[in-house]
């Protein structure tokens, strides 16, 4: 090879090897919907579903068959207050509509924001597991001291499989950012999408 | 080379002088030497702080350290060895011995080559900063967990983020020049099929160095804006996931161990035909061997994960394609073997390194396969059985490997033979202590003993103490191999061209020490 031809076969490697080390900077970043989309599908990471409740209303229930919902809850080591659900767990029928409390107090003498995020243990069954109502939908923002009951409703698809005879719903709640005055409970849609 | 402003008495061009020469080179041989010395004063800095995690742990209880600074020994230490240390001694190699092996004078982006070398100085300066910064140095391990490294870290944290940026750019563009390299500047003849393994598995690492260093860049970047600018890729409460950081940094980590690995397959194979006498047995099942680990590397990662709450199913492949792996591993350790089969073995210190290789990787090996059942890795899993198995693969292994590299060609690069006797004390040192070190590690992990945790309970403080002792004189035994480099470089005989007389290859029929310029013309291969 000439030094010329050397000179041009180097550049066009170094070309392509860029290319291909840019687009693998950019597939690192690509797992990120990836695995979200994988997790959708596969419905493998407890991420719980949320309908209408007409939809809700609309499926029949299976009176054979028990299924055990128990409630956890965790609160994050920034957020300082008192959560715990208000019944530890209920039996229900598939494709019966139930509606259960938790209970949230803010111990300091600030207005505070959280966040609670679900997951539901076994993974497998998060995709039969929907919602039509829950205070995970929006942010929560508690005064000084103040406590609240906040609902939870939610229906279990009658096609969860028949191994699952007991699920564990368990919300973690997270400082959030504060919401702006008057507006209370509105949700940043953007990114409660994403959580729910 | 403007700089050079004397020429020296032999007829070609020589080094130019003083502190300059090395700053601005661009000579295969000088990097090669940089990038060589780069890697061994971080292998010593990396092994004082194992010292300091062996003297905590030599005894239960609080002694030595506080648990954070501890904590930030066991993630320093990987981090140096891993990147500071195992990496760059490898791209020393490829620097100094792919040239030469394939008969071309130089690599193909000299310049470029110059960068890659003198990113790392920085980088590793930066990394070793943290340590005396507010809050501390990174503490999280080195495999940085989310939200431990986000949430939790230190502010440090972000110039640890930096470092890996530019080690990542180092790799990225050391691999480039030796795909280059490989490709373009082989000497007539030099087919593919006839390259020295040693630069086949530096090609194959190339690519797959390509191909994961930028997702490790990706998987820092979003800690980066995790930390500090308000996104969310892993905390939950803003709708990331604390999992995902694990998937994107082990897509990184596993084929990671491999580019460790790989180059010192590469030189075991060169030095196991050089001492029996024989032709590599299976040349070109090992090239395939190579190239389908480094194929599978991409697919077992969440071997890793097998705790993390995956479905059954994902279990079960990922513990089948983890296990399938084992089987090219096993074609190279039966290739190595059969090498040496019937060959008149003669025992030199390289061979000595190269054999001790083959045993005690593959207990590395075996172990890797037990916490590759999934059901079996639960009770393994962040335990001191995975610190005695990846030590065994990367201590005892590319270490190891790289140890017999520099006994194997010292002779050519500084032209003196090292001293046999003195060779031989510190490989008898070393693989004894290393045993001493690692193997009772394996107790007490199956015993249960967790991983990264500066104190423990009583029933494991036998084999702690042995572990540690074995530790101190492993540590010792590297400072005695820094007396030996040094002895060697200052004098010994005067080695022959050949140096071995087993040695086959390009290397060989060039002057040792090798000149400053060499295959200027390309040689014929026939
Ligand atoms: C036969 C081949 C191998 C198999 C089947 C294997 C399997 C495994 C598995 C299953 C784990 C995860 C264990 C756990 O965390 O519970 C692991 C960890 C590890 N392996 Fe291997 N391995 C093999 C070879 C290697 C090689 C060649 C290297 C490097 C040169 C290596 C380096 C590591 C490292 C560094 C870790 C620990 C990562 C951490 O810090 O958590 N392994 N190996
Ligand atoms: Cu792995």
């Known amino acids: 090879m000439s030094a010329a031809e050397q000179a041009a076969a180097n550049r066009k490697v170094v070309k392509r090897l860029t290319i291909a080390a840019v687009a693998m900077f950019g597939f690192g970043f690509a797992l990120v919907p990836l695995y979200d989309v994988f997790c959708d599908i596969t419905g493998i990471n407890g991420k719980t579903g949320r309908i209408e409740l007409e939809a809700a209303l609309g499926q029949t229930v299976d009176e054979d068959r028990m299924v055990t919902v128990e409630f956890l809850a965790t609160v994050s080591s920034d957020l300082p207050w008192e959560f715990k659900p208000m019944v530890k767990k209920v039996k229900v029928h598939p494709g019966e509509v139930t509606e259960v409390h938790y209970y949230a107090m803010n111990k300091t003498g600030n207005q505070i924001a959280g966040q609670a995020v679900p997951s539901l243990a076994p993974g497998l069954a998060a995709k039969y597991f929907n919602k039509t109502e829950c205070f995970c939908f929006t942010r929560q923002s508690l005064g000084p001291g103040e406590g609240k009951q906040m609902p939870l409703r939610f229906v279990v698809d009658p096609a969860l499989p028949d191994e699952v005879h007991r699920v564990s719903l368990s919300y973690t709640f997270y400082q959030a950012e504060p919401v702006a005055a008057g507006k209370e409970d509105s949700s940043d849609s953007a990114q409660l999408d994403s959580i729910l | ?526």
């Open chain 2, 1 to 526: 080379m403007s700089t050079a402003t004397t020429h020296d008495e032999h007829h070609d061009h020589g080094a130019p002088s003083g502190l300059m020469r090395w700053i601005t080179t661009t000579n295969h041989k000088d990097i090669g030497t940089l990038y060589l010395w780069f890697a061994f004063i971080m292998l010593l800095i990396g092994g004082a702080m194992a010292m300091v995690i062996r003297a905590e742990l030599f005894q239960p209880g609080l002694q030595v350290v506080d648990p954070h600074f501890f904590n930030t020994m066991t993630t320093m230490h990987g981090l140096i060895m891993v990147f500071g240390a195992i990496m760059p001694g490898m791209v020393g190699l490829a620097n100094w011995q792919i040239p030469l092996m394939i008969g071309a004078p130089d690599m193909a982006l000299p310049r470029m080559n110059n960068w890659s070398f003198w990113i790392l100085p920085f980088a590793g300066t930066m990394l070793l900063s943290t340590l005396f910064m507010e809050g501390g140095g990174p503490a999280f391990g080195w495999t940085f967990y989310a939200p431990l490294s986000t949430t939790f870290a230190p502010a440090s944290t972000d110039f640890f983020i930096f470092a890996v940026h530019m080690l990542g750019f180092s790799s990225i563009m050391g691999s480039i020049n030796i795909i280059a390299t490989v490709l373009n500047m082989r000497a007539p003849g030099m087919t593919l099929m006839k390259m020295p393994l040693f630069v086949w598995t530096w090609f194959i690492t190339a690519f797959l160095l390509i191909a994961v260093m930028p997702v490790l860049a990706g998987a820092v970047t979003m800690m980066l804006t995790d930390r500090n600018f308000g996104t969310s890729f892993f905390s939950a409460a803003g709708g990331g996931d604390p999992v995902l950081f694990q998937h994107v940094f082990w897509f990184f980590g596993h084929p990671e161990v491999y580019i460790m690995i790989l180059p010192a397959f590469g030189v075991i194979s060169e030095i196991i035909p050089t001492f029996a006498r024989k032709k590599l047995f299976g040349y070109s099942s090992m090239v395939y061997a190579t190239a389908s680990i480094a194929f599978l590397s991409f697919i077992v990662y969440a071997h890793h994960m097998f705790t993390t709450g995956m479905p059954v199913a994902g279990e079960l492949y990922f513990m089948y394609a983890t296990i399938m792996i084992a089987v090219p591993t096993a074609v190279k350790v039966f290739n190595w073997t059969a090498t040496m089969w019937k060959g008149s073995m003669t025992f030199e210190t390289p061979m000595l390194w190269a054999i001790a290789f083959v045993f005690l990787f593959t207990i590395g090996g075996f172990t890797g396969l037990m916490m590759g059942i999934a059901p079996a890795d639960m009770q393994y899993h962040d335990t001191y059985f995975i610190v005695a198995h990846f030590h065994y693969v990367l201590v005892t292994g590319a270490l190891f490997a790289m140890i017999g590299a520099f006994y194997y060609w010292m002779p050519k690069w500084s032209g003196h033979m090292v001293s046999e006797r003195l060779g031989k004390i510190h490989f008898w040192w070393s693989v004894i202590s290393v045993n001493v070190l690692f193997f009772p590690q394996h107790f007490i992990g199956l015993a249960g003993m967790p991983r990264r945790i500066p104190d423990y309970s009583l029933q494991f403080a036998d084999w702690n103490m042995v572990s540690s002792l074995g530790g101190f004189a492993f540590g010792l035994a590297q400072v005695f191999f820094l007396f030996i480099i040094i002895k060697t470089i200052r004098g010994g005989k005067a080695a022959t061209s050949q140096v071995w007389e087993g040695a086959h290859g390009l290397e060989w029929t060039v002057p040792s020490p090798a000149p400053y310029h060499t295959f200027e013309t390309a040689p014929e291969v026939r």
